[in-house]
């Protein structure tokens, strides 16, 4: 503990001598650890920027989270649609602690992520709505978004696991120093080939974090109802674990920051449960409240909700005040009304286009339609 308080001292004269403002020491609660001599720390160091940056993110991405629901709701945005508003300090708090030249795959609960890796708001909203200026072009929708070093969103429960790990096992191969981010929710953590991912990875030694965000339901199912063990963190069995307050962007933060290290210096495979809750159902078609109550809803809501947490922390702290944290927040609105004007106003891509891309680099390709007569061509 006198180790640990001299090295934050330290810490803080260090930046008081390069001249930044408001540092401060947080403490949260230990992390449950599986199969570790050492766990992440309890006490960090936030600076003011750093708390402002997660604020705007975190409103960021609830706020457009809020507008794809208004935006379902008016039939504008169709087909599949699950939101994340509830678990925004799991990806703004890895984020944190990882670079974006390391790598991350999900599942579909992704637009999150998709902005933490470097979507635009604009780009997220047009592919919901299917348009050209969407991040894939319009040909993904809400499950498919992709950028640089981001697998997607992958629509087969679980199936992104072993995607993840051979990107691991790319980055082992290639001799970077990068790691793969490997995220899937509750209810994939029963699926067998995550199980067989395990065992390869532990084989191996690869440089995968894999993180399951644990939301408390799997769809309609309570986690209680889904598995024998909900110990999540321990079920890596020979590979070690965490678990974590996923509402606490800090915790989130350092868990991640203990978990890089972890694979960065060659340990191999490392397992984190985040314990997060999401506020709307499982997707857009669920209601979310036949399987839960709406006060355990808004329990949740009022006693833990992440963007509340940091909110108070900020203001507690003297490290923002009211006003500044409403002017973020009346710039983030705009920003996500713009970017839904452009997402409804944008046109369609033409038929023409369907095809493009199939192949990354290659002489344009004929493609069969619908019928064999029809014939549509394919550029890279």
């Not at 994340?84 to 599942?107: F, M, P, R, W």
């Amino acid at each position: 503990e006198g180790k640990m308080l001299t090295n934050i001292s330290n810490v803080l004269r260090a930046c008081a001598q390069r001249n930044i403002s408001h540092l401060f020491v947080f403490y949260f609660k230990k992390c449950d650890v599986f199969k570790l001599d050492e766990a992440p720390a309890t006490q960090v160091v936030m600076t003011r920027d750093e708390g402002l940056q997660y604020y705007r993110t975190m409103q960021t991405m609830r706020r457009m989270e809020l507008k794809a629901d208004q935006l379902y709701k008016q039939k504008i945005i169709r087909g599949f649609c699950h939101l994340y508003d509830g678990q925004e300090a799991c990806a703004v708090g890895i984020e944190a602690s990882i670079n974006l030249k390391d790598h991350l795959i999900t599942a579909y609960r992704a637009h999150g992520y998709t902005l933490t890796r470097g979507g635009t708001v604009k780009e997220i909203m047009a592919e919901l709505t299917g348009r050209r200026g969407g991040i894939a072009k319009g040909k993904g929708g809400s499950m498919h978004m992709y950028c640089k070093h981001f697998y997607g969103g992958n629509g087969i429960v679980g199936a992104q696991v072993p995607l993840g790990a051979g990107v691991a096992l790319a980055c082992k191969y290639k001799g970077t120093d990068e790691l793969c981010v490997c995220l899937y929710g509750d209810g994939a953590a029963n699926q067998g080939q995550i199980f067989e991912t395990y065992n390869m990875a532990a084989l191996w030694k690869l440089p995968v974090i894999f993180i399951c965000e644990n939301n408390r339901y799997g769809m309609g199912t309570s986690v209680e109802r889904a598995a024998a063990s909900t110990d999540y963190f321990k079920r890596g069995e020979f590979i070690p674990g965490l678990r974590v307050d996923g509402m606490d962007i800090l915790c989130v933060r350092e868990a991640t920051r203990f978990a890089a290290d972890h694979c960065r210096s060659g340990k191999g495979p490392i397992l984190m449960e985040l314990q997060t809750y999401r506020y709307h159902g499982h997707s857009m078609s669920d209601p979310g409240v036949s399987y839960r109550t709406r006060e355990e809803i808004q329990e949740v809501r009022s006693k833990s909700d992440p963007i509340s947490l940091l909110k108070d922390r900020l203001l507690s702290n003297n490290m923002a005040s009211v006003e500044e944290l409403k002017e973020i927040d009346v710039e983030v609105r705009k920003e996500i009304e713009d970017a839904a004007q452009f997402a409804t106003t944008d046109p369609e891509p033409p038929l023409e286009e369907l095809c493009n891309h199939i192949f990354s680099n290659n002489p344009p390709v004929e493609v069969r339609g619908t019928n064999p007569w029809a014939k549509l061509k394919s550029l890279s």
